[in-house]
């Protein structure tokens, strides 16, 4: 796995005094997990691809210029130690990031990470979360080719759990994952309905959480707009109807980290990590 030459998301942009551990607010923590990847591989690269593509972005101008808030970028989770080890590791790392009253961007990595950054999030805070979720998938399985701790299944865990989930663009589902949104009450419009219906706007339920966890699965773009994931489905969202969507189901909440994963770079196409670190300034300026 490559390392960037400036280890610094946006490190480009950042003045000395605007990326510091101590007083950022915004606190990157890369997570390169690639344990139960199950078609295409490479997802242990995203992070690095991610804060690369992120020194040729702009600064942004104003008050509400990120960078003002601190960017940090800690170092890497160890995801050559076993996978429970890796989640309790990110565990424990959100969880410090949320006392010192900070805000965890978890970078990945595969989609298994998530129940990671959860219980940090709930060791911190409870359980009183809502978890939004931007995918193609579901992850709603009981377990996945015998791992329940798979991308495919980290969904399943956290309403397990107790989290509220709501979920937006999925466009592959199986039987199981429609009765499990049932069960679990999970609030969710699907990707076809989306797309065939321009819809860029969307209204949590009021009973809802109020602090919202956001976890963006890239797979949920189209893979004409970003086609380095691990299971590219065509019919996607567009990349301005994704910040559209995100801020107005964040609109009247409080968002309390998020996590962005399953980028699976490929040698010569910058277009994917790019546009994926391009979002998440965008996400950034929303919160």
């Known amino acids: 796995m490559s390392v960037p030459d400036n280890p610094q998301f946006l490190g480009s942009e950042l003045l000395p005094s605007e990326n510091q551990p101590?007083?950022?607010?915004?606190?990157?923590?890369?997570?390169?997990?690639?344990?139960?990847?199950?078609y295409g591989v490479g997802t242990a690269g995203g992070p690095a691809a991610i804060i690369s593509a992120?020194?040729?972005?702009?600064?942004?101008?104003?008050?509400?210029?990120?960078?003002?808030?601190?960017?940090?970028?800690?170092?890497s989770?160890?995801?050559?130690?076993?996978?429970?080890?890796?989640?309790?590791?990110?565990?424990?790392?959100?969880?410090?990031?949320l006392e010192m009253k900070q805000f965890p961007i978890v970078l990945g990595g595969?989609?298994?990470?998530t129940w990671g950054a959860l219980q940090g999030v709930s060791q911190t805070l409870g359980k009183e979360i809502g978890i939004l979720q931007i995918d193609a998938h579901a992850d709603l399985r009981k377990e996945y080719q015998g791992n329940p701790h798979s991308h495919a299944s980290v969904m399943r865990l956290l309403v397990e759990q107790g989290f509220q989930l709501a979920?937006?663009?999925?466009?592959?589902?199986?039987?199981?994952?429609?009765?499990?949104?049932?069960?679990?009450?999970?609030?969710?419009?699907?990707?076809?309905?989306?797309?065939?219906?321009?819809?860029?706007?969307?209204?949590?339920?009021?009973?809802?959480?109020q602090r919202i966890y956001l976890t963006l699965d890239l797979d949920?773009?189209?893979?004409?707009?970003?086609?380095?994931?691990?299971?590219?489905?065509?019919?996607?969202?567009?990349?301005?109807?994704?910040?559209?969507l995100i801020s107005s189901a964040l609109d009247g909440r409080t968002c309390i980290g998020m996590d962005v994963v399953?980028?699976?770079?490929?040698?010569?196409?910058?277009?994917?990590?790019?546009?994926?670190?391009?979002?998440?300034?965008?996400?950034?300026?929303?919160?």
């Not at 007083?23 to 139960?36: G, M, V, Y």
């Not at 989770?77 to 990031?97: G, K, P, T, W, Y």
């Not at 399953?262 to 929303?286: D, H, K, N, Y």
Request: proline residues 6%; contains cysteine; negative net charge.
């Open 22 to 38: 101590s007083s950022s607010f915004f606190q990157i923590l890369p997570c390169p997990l690639e344990k139960t990847v199950s």
């Open 54 to 75: 992120s020194q040729e972005l702009e600064r942004g101008a104003g008050e509400t210029s990120i960078c003002q808030r601190g960017i940090y970028t800690q170092a």
């Open 77 to 97: 989770i160890n995801c050559l130690q076993s996978h429970r080890e890796a989640l309790f590791e990110l565990r424990d790392r959100v969880a410090s990031i």
């Open 110 to 113: 595969e989609h298994s990470l």
């Open 167 to 209: 979920c937006l663009g999925v466009r592959a589902l199986d039987k199981e994952e429609r009765i499990a949104r049932e069960e679990y009450e999970i609030f969710s419009i699907d990707g076809e309905e989306i797309v065939r219906k321009g819809i860029s706007q969307v209204k949590l339920p009021a009973n809802f959480p």
């Open 220 to 244: 949920a773009l189209d893979p004409s707009i970003l086609p380095s994931v691990g299971t590219p489905v065509p019919g996607g969202l567009s990349y301005y109807q994704t910040i559209d």
């Open 262 to 287: 399953e980028l699976s770079p490929v040698a010569g196409e910058a277009v994917s990590p790019f546009t994926t670190a391009s979002i998440m300034q965008r996400i950034l300026e929303l919160i």
